[in-house]
């Protein structure tokens, strides 16, 4: 019995049959007849509140819905995390190589400093050395993480404009919509006079 009643509904749901067909006219009747009789706002009002508790009521994990569909409307959020990622991941390896080549100049200090002992102006020339490496190795990692942070604020603002663009498009559609309603409540009225 279940399985019938389930069979119907999916029925008047499937775009393209003649229970759907029916279903949608008997709901833009409905609405119409909202619209005449209490007006665009409180129909949308009424209609919000549906919607809110279907919601509500149906949807059982939630923040899951909300994020599939953030990334239905927006996907490329989940590219900007990505790339985001992958840049962290990118200064994560550069700072460990960069360490890894800094205790290597440490060891090498030691062993300068033991040979210091033993000779003091062969010292001095290989600890003059030894800073000039370091300089070196520090100024390559502040130009790389330079590059990597332009190529992050690059990426963002590619995604702060197709993020825009998005928006930009669905007050378009809004735009549309509200104006569609509005002539289809005047035809209408007109029919009604």
């Not at 009747?29 to 919607?51: E, S």
């Not at 550069?94 to 890894?100: A, E, H």
């Not at 290989?126 to 800073?131: D, G, L, N, Y």
């Not at 942070?149 to 603002?157: K, N, P, R, V």
Request: hydrophobic residues 45%; aromatic residues 4%.
């Amino acid at each position: 019995m279940a399985e019938s009643t389930e069979k119907k509904i999916r029925k008047f749901l499937q775009v393209g049959t003649l229970e759907c067909m029916i279903f949608c006219v008997v709901l833009a009747v409905i609405v119409g007849i909202l619209f005449i009789t209490i007006g665009f706002w409180k129909t949308l009002l009424i209609t919000a509140l549906i919607l809110l508790g279907l919601f509500i009521g149906g949807v059982p994990n939630k923040k899951e819905f909300l994020q599939g569909s953030v990334n239905k409307v927006a996907p490329q959020r989940e590219a900007m995390n990505t790339k985001r990622r992958e840049l962290e991941q990118k200064v994560r390896e550069t700072v460990k190589r960069d360490t890894d080549s800094a205790a290597e100049v440490v060891e090498d200090a030691q062993d300068v400093a033991d040979t210091a002992a033993e000779n003091a102006e062969e010292a001095v020339e290989a600890a003059e050395e030894t800073v000039e490496e370091a300089q070196e190795t520090v100024e390559e990692a502040v130009e790389e993480v330079k590059a990597e942070a332009a190529e992050i604020a690059d990426a963002a603002e590619e995604v702060t404009a197709e993020a825009q663009e998005t928006v930009e498009k669905v007050e378009e559609t809004a735009e549309e919509l509200e104006k569609k309603a509005e002539d289809a409540v005047k035809d209408v009225q007109d029919e009604n006079k």
